[in-house]
């Protein structure tokens, strides 16, 4: 039986009629249609659907719509104000972290949960907070390298 | 050779739109009235059907259309996209869906619905009546008397059988101060593309089809399609995505999901979209386990002098890429590798009831240089011989005719450069002795190396290698590059453009890659065997060339001087050592405008001759098939009590020609790595011994390394040898990285505990095995 | 795609509503907090039967709080959160329960929960192992009104718990151990986001000469149905000066404990030798963090 469900995705307000069954990365992809949250696997184990629930970073594919009553979602596509990209994006651009670019927008949406407690990570501590994430194009350096240089940016 | 754009880290145009969201992966594709179509996969390794019905599967709410063997058109073909679909040296003996099962997963029935969740549904009502068959999922067990045949005209199960020979094997044995023999093996690996196969087929009232899928090879989809449906080429029409999430490899093949998808879509007028789950990705494509077996002879000083090697290669239900991997695996993961007079070399791709294979980073090479690499360590730690001598001894040299094809030459080859530079970056002179090392936690540095390979597939039999672009400048100053390759990460689109922006005076942001689809450009080539830069690369420039000698034309007509004279820089035509110039953008003004133009004297015409578009076509091969060459060194740490390997630190070299761009260069090693390092230490999928069915279907259980397990460090060393054929002197690099670290890791780990594991993956179990520990 | 099979998912207020719901859908409902194993459960063909889901994370058991007697944590507290409570952080007796937490990716931290990780009883998981070294406490919730049960007694076998129907987990109670305890967890992992292939936690209480006043040992991951208490290690310490000697006899001993299973991550005889390696280890951790 389909509930309606209101959650603010991105600063704006949704009124959702939604399966008990659907995940938030269903809501966000086929009824909203945005795309930057991604499938890989269907299963928490790639990281590629990665957004933000209340500012924490969570695997869309495994969170169940009605229990987004009244949550806060953020996404990529919240990334960017006003045109201008955030840090972390310019950086995942500049320092070559983009390859295929599939597991990006989960990648970024992680380390932006981490910056905002972590002001000077090292190199140990970005890997760390990125295990959830896999990437099999860029091996993980440039993209090490883009979120401490974010870092110090943001 | 002095170039502005070439050889600057330019950043990827297709970034932008990727860190906010990436709207251009097919895996975004929806059309109106869309239907979603599941597949029902068998349950059973080896098994004829003998009944389906779907008439409950049919009857439910949503269900537009069912598909069963019996729909479908049986025609056999090889669904390997670079080559033509009946070539003679590969085998065709793939159906879209059958009646006999030949692995478990195989698609057995399909369901086109309104929703992905009602087609999943519909196919929990089919009832599937199957006699289970013996099933064979060992080739050696497959190719003995008396094993289930999988195949009609497959004897022994024994799909092919190449082999190759130089000088006399014999001779070379006699000559032989020592001899050694080993068998290693590899196991079946996925390529862990990150966005699934998935496809959306549309057709019109005509029957004409218009496809969208994560691919790497748009004109192979649109002639296998063609094939496998029995239309004329013509009515396919295969849009190019403008990125797609990964390949490596996996993506070169004809699915069973663009064929069904496309039946649907004429059955039902609508268009119809599949996407794979991760698991169905899984028993999708792989590489192929390959067992090879070296007897090697030498001199004490380490000359070859034989070289014998047996591969067996199992290549599962269908032979799909397996008639090909055997052959790039026997010439470039063993034979050419080394020179040596008397070698000689025998493959065979197995049938059995495992899953079937796919392309993958490498193709077969990975699996010969673990051995081949392997060994030689093998050999120099036994005669106590220097393991850098030992290769340089019996490497080919610059100038040398190409292993391959002697009518190519080594034009560049700096694989001694890539060795000794390598090798001083690491400290490869202060390594310990093997074994040496004090502690629970040991250290090692090993290295392997991949002295030949390819810069796409000129000369090779059967397989397509003709690139295409076409090139048109616009009224902005910008140009507008067109050509069918397929950017699936490693930076085809960057790279081409830069070609371009290079060849025609651009600065790198202004030339554009844009739409395409296989009604409106040349053919190309997939984006494989590491041939994009050199060979769609060389096209890029070919047709370049024609959009700037057109312009100078008409530059040289405004300019009141002669094409010869003028050069471009940075968007601006000058005559050469003058002050003199036009802009491109007021050169397109003048192509571009009216013939009569209205002045205040009044009307007044220009010329007919300066009057089109300025546009450029090519379509060629390329010139040649240059060998890169490349090593990779990896210091490492074995944990003693568990067996768990570190890695601390890598440096890969590369004779690469030229840098097209530096940091998608380094990209490439980088990710390479962690491709080649799970293939050493982690990854396997793995079946059950008796129903067949795939234990490792997510990423919980296939085990691919996150950014924990990565060193710290990877450093590459780019050696620009200028390759005379290349676009701007570039060769190829993708391919080597990914090859190298399976060895070097094997090597090091030697060198750290003494342990030689021939089998991969090596994990920390067969470590404390071989440490005696358990 | 979704869990077609599941068609409700409620989020009940109070527990009468959950054990209102609990009665209506009997096997057919499966309490849920932070959801995170359904999926997977879903794909391991193990949600049999289960239609709905109720979601207990409106029912206030996101609290933890600590007094002098030990620590009090809500069945939905979430590992994150957990993570951030000092007496967690910071402490040598709950050294176990913090290292196990730090091994999960970011996005499973944030939304596991301590409730569902336990009542889940699946001997891969990591939690379980390190809160049966620091003798937790389970709190339960039911029709017959709320229950204690020691972890140990907690987990019945392969994802069985022994909960009646009616009941779920309410939350946690970590017992503060005496002065001079400490506890450890080591998981053996493949990669950063995987199920161990074995864990070992330990918790030991020492006097001031180092003699070892309580041990336990606990060894979880493939070994057996339910985290295994290692007795003849823990014997073996009990009431000896906890040497450098006696500690790696310690891990050796762990070995008769175990009966582990052989699958495709790896062998019986490999788990056996890296539960030794890790009872060792993790001995020598919990001891230094009474050192400090």
């Given at each position: ?154 | ?136 999922f060992d080739p050696e067990s497959a190719m003995r008397e008396g094993a289930p045949r999988l195949h009609e005209d497959a004897e022994n199960n024994i799909a092919v059988n190449p082999s190759f020979t130089f000088g006399d094997l014999e001779a070379g044995f006699e000559g032989a101060d020592h001899i050694f023999e080993g068998t290693y093996k590899t196991q079946r690996a996925h390529t862990c593309y990150l966005e699934p196969r998935v496809c959306v087929v549309d057709s019109d009232i005509n029957g004409r089809l218009t496809v969208h899928s994560s691919m790497q090879h748009m004109f192979g989809l649109r002639e296998k399609l063609a094939f496998v449906l029995d239309i004329p080429e013509s009515m396919v029409k295969v849009v190019k995505p403008p990125y797609i999430g990964g390949g490596f490899g996996g993506k070169l093949d004809i699915g ?392 601390l630190r890598v440096v890969f070299a590369h004779d690469i020609g030229k840098v097209i761009n530096p940091m998608a260069a380094e990209g490439q090693v980088e990710g390479g790595f962690q491709q080649g390092m799970g293939y050493a230490l982690m990854e396997e999928i793995q079946f059950d011994a008796d129903s067949g069915a795939c234990l490792t279907a997510d990423f919980l259980d296939y085990k691919i390394p996150t950014a924990v397990e990565m060193p710290p460090s990877i450093e590459s060393i780019f050696i620009e040898s200028n390759e005379p054929t290349g676009p701007f002197g570039a060769k190829s690099l993708s391919e080597p990285c990914v090859s190298v670290p399976a060895p070097a890791i094997a090597n090091a780990i030697y060198n750290a505990v003494g342990v030689r594991v021939r089998e991969l993956p090596i994990t920390p179990e067969k ?8 | ?292």
């Amino acid at each position: 039986m389909k509930k309606l469900i209101t959650l603010e995705i991105n600063g704006e307000q949704h009124e959702l009629a939604l399966e008990p069954s659907e995940t938030l990365l269903q809501v966000l992809r086929d009824e909203l249609g945005l795309v930057g949250a991604k499938r890989g696997c269907d299963s928490g184990g790639c990281g590629c659907c990665t957004v933000q629930v209340d500012g924490q970073a969570v695997y869309s594919c495994m969170q169940f719509a009605h229990a987004l009553q009244g949550r806060t979602v953020k996404t990529i596509e919240g990334m960017s104000q006003n045109g201008e990209l955030d840090p972390l994006q310019a950086a995942f651009i500049e320092e070559g972290a983009v390859q295929c670019g599939y597991c990006t927008c989960g990648m970024i949406m992680t380390a932006d949960e981490f910056l905002a407690t972590e002001t000077e990570p090292d190199d140990q501590q970005i890997r760390h907070a990125i295990a959830g994430n896999l990437c099999r194009c860029t091996g993980y350096q440039k993209i090490v390298t883009a979120i401490k240089t974010a870092s110090a940016r943001r | 050779m002095n170039t502005t754009v070439v050889g600057e880290s330019i950043l990827r145009p297709d970034a932008y739109e990727k860190v906010q969201g990436g709207k251009g992966f097919p895996v975004n594709v929806t059309l109106p009235r869309m239907l979603h179509a599941k597949l029902l996969r068998s349950p059973y390794p080896y098994a004829r059907i003998l009944n389906i019905d779907a008439s409950a599967a049919e009857e439910l709410t949503g269900v537009k259309a069912v598909l069963l063997p019996k729909d479908v058109p049986q025609k056999k073909y090889c669904p390997v996209y670079f080559v033509p679909t009946m070539a003679a040296s590969m085998v065709q003996d793939m159906v879209v869906m059958s009646d006999t099962v030949r692995y478990a997963g195989q698609p057995v029935a399909a369901v086109a619905a309104t929703t992905p969740e009602i087609a999943e549904r519909a196919l929990q009502l089919i009832d599937v009546e199957y006699e289970q068959l013996e099933a064979v999922f060992d080739p050696e067990s497959a190719m003995r008397e008396g094993a289930p045949r999988l195949h009609e005209d497959a004897e022994n199960n024994i799909a092919v059988n190449p082999s190759f020979t130089f000088g006399d094997l014999e001779a070379g044995f006699e000559g032989a101060d020592h001899i050694f023999e080993g068998t290693y093996k590899t196991q079946r690996a996925h390529t862990c593309y990150l966005e699934p196969r998935v496809c959306v087929v549309d057709s019109d009232i005509n029957g004409r089809l218009t496809v969208h899928s994560s691919m790497q090879h748009m004109f192979g989809l649109r002639e296998k399609l063609a094939f496998v449906l029995d239309i004329p080429e013509s009515m396919v029409k295969v849009v190019k995505p403008p990125y797609i999430g990964g390949g490596f490899g996996g993506k070169l093949d004809i699915g069973y999901i663009e064929p069904i998808a496309a039946l649907f879509s004429l059955k039902t007028g609508r268009p119809v979209r599949i996407e794979q789950t991760r698991y169905e990705d899984f028993i999708t494509t792989t590489r192929n386990p390959i067992e090879v077996y070296l007897k090697t002879g030498v001199k004490s000083d380490g000359t070859f002098t034989a070289r014998y090697a047996l591969s067996t290669l199992d290549c599962g239900a269908h032979a799909t890429h397996g008639a090909e991997v055997i052959n790039v695996h026997g010439m470039f993961g063993i034979l050419l590798n080394y020179r040596c007079a008397n070698q000689t070399w025998e493959g065979r791709t197995v049938y059995t009831n495992n899953m079937i294979g796919g392309g993958y980073r490498g193709y077969g090479s990975p699996q010969g240089s673990f051995a081949v690499e392997s060994q030689i360590d093998e050999i120099c730690d036994e005669l106590d011989l220097d393991p850098i001598e030992f290769r340089l001894k019996n490497a080919h040299q610059e100038g040398d005719p190409h292993p391959f094809n002697p009518e190519f030459t080594l034009s560049t080859y700096r694989f001694a450069d890539c060795l000794k530079q390598a090798a001083e970056r690491i400290g490869w002179t202060d390594r310990a002795a093997a074994k040496s090392s004090n502690g629970h936690k040991k250290r090692g540095i090993g290295f392997g190396c991949q002295p030949v390979w390819v810069s796409g597939c000129m000369g090779f039999p059967d397989i397509y290698e003709h690139s295409g672009a076409i090139i048109k400048l616009n009224s902005d100053g910008t140009a507008d590059l067109s050509n069918a390759t397929v950017d699936m990460g490693s930076g085809q689109i960057t790279t081409l453009c830069q070609i371009a922006a290079e060849e025609l005076g651009l600065a790198a942001d202004k030339v554009r890659m844009t739409y395409a689809d296989t009604d409106t450009v040349p053919f190309d080539a997939p984006s494989h065997a590491s041939r994009v830069t050199y060979s769609a690369g060389n096209a890029v420039k070919a047709a370049s060339a024609v959009v700037k000698k057109r312009l100078l034309e008409v530059a040289g007509d405004l300019l009141e001087a002669s094409s010869e004279d003028l050069e471009v820089r940075d968007g601006v035509v000058y005559i050469k050592g003058s002050d003199k110039k036009i802009s491109i953008p007021d050169v397109i003004k003048r192509a571009e405008g009216p013939f009569v133009v209205m002045t205040e004297e009044g009307p007044k015409p220009t010329t007919i001759k300066e009057k089109g578009t300025i546009i450029g076509v090519a379509s060629m091969a390329p010139p040649s098939n240059p060998s890169p060459s490349s090593v990779e060194f990896v210091e490492l740490e074995v944990d003693t009590d568990t067996g768990e390997v570190e890695i601390l630190r890598v440096v890969f070299a590369h004779d690469i020609g030229k840098v097209i761009n530096p940091m998608a260069a380094e990209g490439q090693v980088e990710g390479g790595f962690q491709q080649g390092m799970g293939y050493a230490l982690m990854e396997e999928i793995q079946f059950d011994a008796d129903s067949g069915a795939c234990l490792t279907a997510d990423f919980l259980d296939y085990k691919i390394p996150t950014a924990v397990e990565m060193p710290p460090s990877i450093e590459s060393i780019f050696i620009e040898s200028n390759e005379p054929t290349g676009p701007f002197g570039a060769k190829s690099l993708s391919e080597p990285c990914v090859s190298v670290p399976a060895p070097a890791i094997a090597n090091a780990i030697y060198n750290a505990v003494g342990v030689r594991v021939r089998e991969l993956p090596i994990t920390p179990e067969k470590i404390l095995a071989g440490l005696g520990k358990l | 795609m979704s869990l077609t099979s599941v068609t409700g998912y409620f989020t009940p207020e109070d527990n009468e509503e959950v054990l209102g719901l609990l009665q209506k859908y009997g096997d057919g409902a499966m309490i849920v907090a932070g959801g995170s194993f359904v999926h997977g459960l879903d794909a391991r063909d193990l949600l049999n039967g289960i239609e709905v889901l109720i979601d207990i994370r409106r029912l206030g058991l996101d609290k933890v709080t600590a007094d002098s007697e030990g620590l009090d944590v809500g069945a939905t507290v979430t590992f994150s959160e957990l993570q951030k409570i000092s007496e967690i952080r910071d402490s040598a007796a709950f050294g176990a329960v913090r290292d196990a937490l730090n091994y999960p990716p970011t996005q499973i931290r944030n939304v596991a929960t301590v409730g569902g990780n336990i009542a889940a009883a699946c001997p891969y998981f990591d939690l379980p192992t390190a809160l049966a070294a620091v003798g937790a406490i389970v709190k339960v919730q039911g029709r017959g009104g709320p229950r204690e049960i020691g972890l140990q007694d907690f987990f019945a076998g392969l994802f069985e718990n022994n909960l009646e129907d009616s009941e779920f987990v309410s939350g946690l109670y970590l017992p503060l151990p005496p002065p001079r305890s400490a506890s450890a967890f080591i998981k053996f992992e493949t990669n950063a986001n995987d199920l161990a292939i074995v864990n070992v936690a330990v918790g030991v209480t020492l006097d001031e000469s180092r003699v070892c006043q309580e041990a336990r040992v606990v060894v979880g991951g493939g070994v057996a149905e339910t985290p295994v208490r290692a007795s003849s290690s823990e014997s073996l310490m009990q009431s000896e000066e906890l040497s450098d000697e006696l500690m790696r006899q310690a891990g050796e001993a762990v070995q008769s404990d175990l009966q582990p299973m052989s699958d495709h991550r790896a062998s019986a005889e490999y788990r056996t030798a890296i539960a030794k390696v890790l009872t060792e280890r993790a001995l020598q951790r919990a001891v230094a963090r009474i050192q400090l």
